[in-house]
């Protein structure tokens, strides 16, 4: 059975939701094996054999820490040249795509990006992207060379398999053109206890329909241990950090649920969460475009049917 690399995300060996979903996609596809850029592979052993994989590839270089992204396709690439693989599995953050882009570039292969599921084919993998702002729903597959896929995050349910996560120790060569963009410094994003946006099974967003006031948002996330998102008209006006945005310039997310509050649907929201698996949506305009893409629609003044859900979830809690 060929080997499925699956590029692991982690912090600090600490590996992250999105890799257990490529490996369980993986396991579709062939043997997955995981490779582990930087410290803390130990750390991470016990996760990524819990999730099927078999060997697990370990990079520690400080070029892939001190540098741009140019060191990690280097090295990847390398890897990929000595075990051709049936194909490369990559989480579809920005980082990411820069890397499958590259990678497909040094290994002349096809690539795909933003999948949102990846199934076994005759002959190579078959991916689903939604594309053109969520207009359409296509299928495809790479047709030249090894198949290099990014994948959203949530587009599978991570299921737990044994593997032997098998360590191994592999040395890479870095050229100096792949040190040309130096990391000089760097800043803690500020904690906020919620999860992270794009790996979050719940997202709920506030739209111009917040009025600025962020509050019954924010508690109903918190009571569902959800993330906070926001539309473009929210952080334009400055009533919430453009790091949240969700939509065509800000980023896309496709949780199992996405809460839309006071948000109108307008195109360049909807492109940043329409694959989300439910949908719910709450306005007070009852013909706001954002009614024909949910599953659930609630008319009503968010302020009030916010903190009432809220109260519900927190009492169903205890």
Not at 26 to 46: I, N, Q
Not at 81 to 101: C, D, N, W
Not at 237 to 258: A, E, I, N
Request: hydrophobic share 40%; proline share 5%.
């Amino acid at each position: 059975m060929a080997e499925v690399l699956v590029l692991v995300d982690h912090t600090d060996g600490e590996v992250k939701k999105t890799t257990s979903e490529l490996l369980t996609i993986a396991r579709r596809l062939g043997e997955p094996s995981a490779v582990f850029f930087g410290s803390g592979v130990e750390t991470a052993k016990e996760a990524l054999a819990r999730f099927g994989a078999v060997k697990v590839y370990a990079v520690e270089d400080p070029a892939l820490t001190d540098f741009l992204v140019a060191p990690k396709t280097e090295a990847l690439a390398q890897l990929a040249e000595r075990v051709s693989p049936s194909a490369v599995l990559i989480p579809s953050s920005t980082e990411g795509k820069e890397i499958a882009g590259r990678l497909a570039i040094k290994l002349d292969s096809g690539v795909i990006t933003d999948a949102v599921e990846v199934e076994s084919g005759s002959e190579r993998p078959v991916t689903t992207q939604s594309v053109f702002a969520g207009g359409y729903t296509v299928k495809a597959k790479v047709t030249h060379g090894t198949p290099i896929i990014t994948v959203k995050p949530n587009s599978a349910t991570p299921e737990p398999a044994d593997g032997a996560a098998e360590i191994e120790n592999v040395d890479v060569t870095i050229s100096d053109a792949a040190k040309t963009a130096r990391i000089v410094d760097r800043q803690p994003r500020k904690q906020t206890g919620r999860p992270e946006l794009t790996e979050a099974a719940i997202v709920v967003s506030g739209g111009r329909g917040t009025g600025g006031n962020f509050e019954p948002i924010e508690a109903f996330a918190d009571s569902l241990g959800a993330a906070v998102g926001a539309s473009r008209a929210v952080v334009d006006s400055g009533w919430y950090p453009h790091s949240f945005q969700v939509g065509q310039t800000g980023k896309t997310v496709s949780p199992q649920l996405y809460v839309a509050a006071g948000i109108s649907g307008a195109i360049q929201h909807r492109a940043g969460m329409q694959t989300s698996k439910t949908i719910v949506a709450i306005n007070k305009d009852e013909e706001a475009p954002i009614f024909e893409l949910v599953d659930f629609g609630v008319v009503g003044d968010l302020h009030k049917v916010l903190p009432a859900a809220s109260e519900q979830v927190n009492q169903r809690k205890d």
